[in-house]
């Protein structure tokens, strides 16, 4: 588990590494109404003065005569009639998948189930990394529950692989439940 984990992360390193930088955005200088902003020349290909235009001044508006402007209309957004479709949490269709594979591809061979549990432990290991709060927990849970799974089965520790397979049963609905509400 920490040999992906460690994986992963030289691989965000290695693409933020190799992203170009974005350069900071610097604020512009807005002119003062009393200022003069020189415009450049065009450039020209003959040697000879250069002309410079000015910007036109612009008259100070006097005290009295300044009125504050009208508040601009907020436009609302439209309402729209028909609900929004459900959005299923982030992880919650990859872990779906996994879910359907181990069943699809377990059988009733040992060294199948075993194949099947790690390679369903993966897949939850990588449902995990875009899943978060308690979609994430659950699939982070039902990836351990595979793992040992896949231990009970190699013979790796003792105990029941029925055992596990009952509590994966009853945390896959579980995720189910918490997949189905948005």
């Known amino acids: 588990m920490s040999a992906l984990a460690a994986a992963i992360a030289a691989v965000v390193a290695l693409a933020a590494y190799l992203a170009p930088p974005t350069p900071p955005q610097q604020p512009q200088p807005q002119a003062q109404p009393d200022t003069v902003a020189p415009t450049p020349a065009p450039e020209s290909s003959s040697p000879g003065p ?78 995990a990394f875009h899943a978060e709060g308690v979609v994430g927990a659950k699939i982070t849970l039902l990836a351990r529950e595979f793992q040992e799974l896949n231990f009970r089965l190699t013979g790796m520790t003792g105990g029941d692989p029925n055992q596990v397979i009952a509590d994966i049963n009853t945390d896959a609905a579980e995720l189910n439940r918490l997949c189905e509400s948005p």
């Open 50 to 127: 250069v002309k410079t235009r000015h910007a036109r001044r612009t008259p100070k508006p006097s005290p009295e005569s300044s009125t504050p402007d009208p508040p601009s209309p907020t436009r609302e957004a439209p309402v729209s009639s028909s609900p929004l479709s459900a959005v299923r949490p982030g992880g919650c269709d990859e872990a779906a998948a996994a879910l359907t594979a181990y069943r699809r591809n377990a059988g009733t061979v040992r060294s199948s189930q075993t194949a099947a549990a790690q390679q369903t432990y993966s897949d939850l290991m990588g449902a």
